[in-house]
């Protein structure tokens, strides 16, 4: 039986009777790493002299294998072209953008690095899944030290159009490294033919149906939507409200209605723009001033990134001016936290929201979404408000979909969630929730396997 390698940029902290469980690549993956998985990536270390010897971990005979990174790669590989180049440009930032050539050149080095320590730990008949935008010439690494077994890689975050993709100096030479797997995945089929036609644009490989033919190889590309282990996570919500967590929260909200965002703290995820949003539902709409709180919740990321720390600062503004305007001194509108909450808290808080808030400006899937209607009550479910430009919208059509460009329309959308009668709310929960537990996580590992397995 073939083994499983998984690469990616972090790997999980081994947990005794848990399995993977940190973060969000973790929790999709954890239901599927069995024993003898050998999962490889950086440590999160930054260190003065990184070892060439990966670190190893064992938990539920799964074999963990880290490296450290040194500081001047960490600052070119991670902060520089993957988060500061690749990140804003796959979300069509281009005026956040910064390309540098030595930033590109470490971007190379490190997954070369990466190619040097799991080479010698690879097997003949091994089926490697590399995950995201960090390790898109890991193929080519391992290629050229003259690895020939089968190599897949996902994307989870979205792919652009020739038109954007063009911005970027090395566009050619990260297709060229994307063709070097066996199988692509994406998470929607919008963004499998954007790299089809970007392949047959910029590299001029033939595309057939769905694979790029080049060299004499076939690399096959599929959309692969991932989901989240549903029946768990409503499992957890619904035992989550007896707790005294909720039972503070509720008792906090005396009667209101709870909307509520959970995401990290990215520029990505259109905070600004929900916050003005907020802002006008209050203003536009004054009967549902004392009717509902919005709790934001976004956990701090990427500190030493300036655009992350200037998005910060924009934030705790708009709040502060929210809560001035509106506020009474029995009602708070806002609460804004940046500190991480604990799943089974969260789940607890999806499931008494009245209002899901899902507003990113662009997305590759956006688990969120899938998470509050998998912990949603179906006798009395909440409503989710969805961007159009999220993945997931694919998927979630009954949801309220916004432009998340556009505060009006979120208020509006608001609006409607908090007036909509009980009937429509679970005609549309329904039709929600079927979605959501027949495109699981364990479907999303099997689908991609499958693939790779027959490439």
Not at 236 to 261: C, K, Q, W
Request: hydrophobic letters at 45%; charged letters at 25%; proline letters at 5%.
């Amino acid at each position: 039986m073939a083994r499983l390698v998984i690469v990616s940029n972090r790997v999980p902290p081994p947990r005794a009777g848990s399995g993977a469980s940190a973060g969000g690549l973790a929790v999709a993956l954890q239901s599927f790493v069995e024993p003898g998985t050998l999962w490889f990536g950086w440590s999160g270390r930054v260190v003065d002299k990184p070892s060439d010897t990966p670190r190893m971990a064992e938990g539920q005979g799964v074999s963990y294998a880290t490296i450290d990174l040194s500081g001047v790669d960490y600052d070119r590989f991670y902060v520089g072209f993957a988060n500061s180049s690749l990140w804003p440009l796959l979300h069509f930032r281009l005026g956040l953008m910064r390309y540098r050539r030595e930033d590109f050149e470490g971007y190379l080095a490190v997954n070369g690095d990466f190619a040097d320590a799991l080479l010698p730990m690879l097997r003949e008949g091994d089926l490697v899944w590399v995950h995201d935008y960090h390790l898109i010439p890991l193929a080519a690494a391992l290629r050229a030290r003259g690895f020939t077994g089968r190599i897949g890689f996902f994307l989870h975050i979205p792919f652009v159009p020739a038109s954007v993709l063009e911005a970027l100096p090395p566009a050619y030479e990260l297709l060229c490294a994307l063709c070097a797997f066996d199988v692509v995945g994406f998470q929607t089929r919008t963004h499998l033919q954007d790299f089809l036609d970007c392949a047959r644009r910029f590299t001029g490989f033939t595309v057939e149906g769905e694979e790029v033919v080049t060299n004499g190889r076939r690399v096959r590309a599929i959309a692969d939507p991932i989901g989240i282990d549903a029946t768990g996570f409503a499992r957890v919500a619904a035992r989550s409200t007896g707790t005294a967590y909720i039972r503070r929260m509720r008792e906090s909200l005396v009667g209101r209605n709870l909307a509520i965002s959970a995401e990290r703290l990215d520029y990505s995820k259109g905070l600004p723009n929900r916050f003005e949003g907020f802002a006008r539902l209050l203003t536009r709409f004054p009967q549902q001033q004392r009717r509902v709180s919005l709790l934001q919740i976004a956990a701090r990321s990427r500190e030493d990134v300036a655009e992350y720390q200037a998005l910060r600062r924009e934030l705790d503004r708009l709040a502060g001016d929210i809560n001035g305007r509106f506020s009474q001194f029995d009602w708070m509108p806002l609460h804004y936290m940046t500190q991480t909450v604990a799943r089974t808290k969260l789940a607890g808080l999806f499931r008494i929201a009245r209002i899901g808030l899902v507003t990113p400006l662009r997305d590759g899937m956006n688990l969120v979404a899938k998470e509050f209607i998998a912990a949603q009550d179906p006798a009395d479910p909440g409503v989710l408000i969805l961007s159009r430009f999220a993945g997931a919208a694919e998927e979630l059509s009954d949801a309220l979909l916004v432009n998340p460009y556009d505060p009006d329309a979120i208020a509006e959308a608001m609006n409607t969630a908090l007036e909509m009668p009980l009937e429509e709310r679970q005609e549309r929960h329904a039709v929600l929730r079927r979605a959501v537990f027949d495109v699981t996580a364990a479907r999303y590992c099997n689908m991609f396997v499958d693939a790779l397995k027959a490439a």
